[in-house]
């Protein structure tokens, strides 16, 4: 199986030819922007951005339009749980107001603040996914490690994080071999014609030898990973890290403003909290 | 033999950092695709797996990484958002049931007894308690803000879906691992420096 979303060869485009640095800098602080913002002034610009972001990057939009579906759908799911759990959560995040829009029971209803808390945080979740898929198109591991290591990360754990990242594949490939291995012996994994619990046994099937063959990997990789001589200095510097082009100092500008804007934002928010938690034009 | 401190902190060579990398992207594809949604943003997932593996073999600490670095890919790729919270609630879990070799149990060496797996289900029991009845919902208020109901109930149904996994599904690995790799018992490796950064 060829993964379509983790590129090892750096692109071309705008994006893509930034330095690790940048992309993880500007990642990481709209991550903090992200969370901060349970509010649709500030996330709309920023899903306009992903949507920009995304174009520009020029994907697969095939496998991504998939990609897309499943996460609104899981969300949607989530969502729906969430209003099942507490019908009633939007007059919490909306300071206290509870219009009722349609009663089926007492406890059971949906309230225009509910409804209003939901779409925020579906649309919260669909930018954030937005946006990681901006960065993990964009990035290679190796840049993901120069990026980390540039944010004062130790660079072994850098090193996780790229080798992890370039794993990823590599275990997609080895599920489906060892799938259809065991197709060939007689193991039926259709969903269509098996039921849950068989599933979910055959899961653990497949399970064991993926995790056998993966650890036993470890003594390759790492026997070639010595031989180059890593960990033998206190620290690195990285071949993929190129010098930093006018995109990088426009982009510079852009993610320190964001983060001061982001620190004043929260600390606003702490010294005094505005009437209702999230905001809400109807009230 | 390992030192105290080195079973629980791991040793840091190339190895480790290996293994500790392959063990975070197993976690996030797993997490991602080999699970079952029981509740919102819960899965009965097989992921947990993972960090009692690299704990047995390279100590609780990698355990721990493995496991926070593998939800923090698993955010990435999963697309429910980023609950850092949860994160460091993994990584305590992961830390917990990584702490086999400090009661004897050594896949490396084929050593895993009925004694080691009684111990082991309940570090389950009381690692899931701590992680996601204590760790994440305090991680939820100082980073989030509320939310605490949902997460409660989240808690409830991660803690209750890992442990069945971590019970069901880990012991009979782990049983596998060891008697696979009890074959090379006879055979001794020599004590090699082995170098601590």
Redesign the interface.
């Known amino acids: 199986m060829k993964s379509p979303?983790l590129n090892l060869i750096p692109g071309d485009t705008y994006i893509h030819k930034l330095t690790g640095k940048t992309k993880v800098r500007t990642f990481v602080i709209l991550?903090i922007y992200?969370?901060m913002s349970f509010d649709l002034r500030l996330l709309l610009p920023l899903f306009i951005a992903g949507i920009i972001g995304l174009v520009s990057l020029r994907p697969e939009w095939k496998t991504l339009r998939y990609?897309f579906i499943?996460?609104a759908a899981?969300?949607l799911?989530?969502i729906v749980?969430?209003w099942l759990?507490?019908p009633d959560i939007g007059t919490?995040?909306c300071g206290g107001s509870r219009t009722v829009l349609i009663s089926f029971t007492k406890k059971l209803f949906i309230s225009l603040e509910t409804l209003w808390y939901l779409s925020i945080r579906f649309f919260?979740?669909i930018t954030?996914?937005l946006i990681?898929m901006v960065?993990?198109l964009s990035i290679t591991p190796s840049e993901l490690a120069a990026g980390l290591y540039s944010i004062k990360v130790p660079y072994?754990?850098c090193?996780?994080?790229?080798?992890?990242?370039r794993?990823?594949p590599d275990?997609?490939r080895d599920y489906e071999n060892i799938k259809i291995s065991m197709q060939a012996r007689g193991v039926e994994l259709d969903p269509k014609k098996v039921p849950?619990i068989d599933r979910?046994k055959q899961?653990?099937l497949i399970?064991?030898p993926?995790?056998?063959t993966?650890?036993d990997?470890?003594?390759n990789?790492?026997n070639a990973?010595?031989l180059r001589g890593?960990?033998r200095g206190k620290t690195r510097t990285y071949y993929s890290e190129h010098e930093e082009g006018r995109a990088d100092k426009i982009f510079k500008v852009f993610y320190m403003g964001l983060l001061v804007f982001s620190a004043i934002w929260i600390v606003s928010r702490i010294i005094s909290p505005p009437p209702s938690?999230m905001w809400y034009p109807f009230s | 033999m390992k030192s105290t401190s080195q079973k629980i902190l791991g040793v840091w060579n190339t190895k480790t950092v290996v293994a500790v990398a392959i063990g975070a992207a197993l976690f996030g594809v797993l997490m991602n695709y080999g699970g079952i949604p029981v509740f919102t943003n819960t899965k009965l997932t097989t992921a947990m797996i993972i960090p009692v593996i690299v704990g047995a073999m390279f100590g609780a600490l990698p355990a721990a990484i493995a496991c926070a670095v593998g939800n923090l890919i698993a955010d990435l790729i999963g697309g429910w958002g980023y609950w850092f919270d949860w994160s460091i609630g993994n990584g305590v879990l992961g830390f917990i049931v990584g702490l086999l070799p400090l009661y004897g149990a050594n896949i490396d060496e084929g050593i895993f007894k009925p004694v080691h797996a009684i111990i082991y289900a309940v570090a389950c029991v009381i690692g899931n308690a701590l992680a996601f009845g204590v760790i994440t919902p305090i991680m939820t208020t100082l980073f989030y803000g509320g939310e605490l109901e949902v997460t409660f109930l989240q808690a409830m149904a991660a803690g209750l879906s890992n442990t069945l996994v971590l019970v069901v599904i880990g012991i009979p690995i782990l049983i596998i691992l060891a008697r696979r790799n009890a074959r090379s018992t006879d055979l001794k490796l020599e004590e090699k420096e082995e170098q601590n950064i």
């Open positions: 979303l991550l992200i969370i990609f499943v996460v899981v969300n799911l989530n749980l969430f759990v507490n919490f995040w919260k979740m954030s996914f990681s960065f993990i072994k754990i090193t996780i994080f790229s080798i992890a990242f794993y990823i275990i997609g849950l979910i899961n653990v399970l064991v993926l995790i056998i993966s650890f990997r470890v003594g990789i790492s990973m010595d890593y960990g938690k």
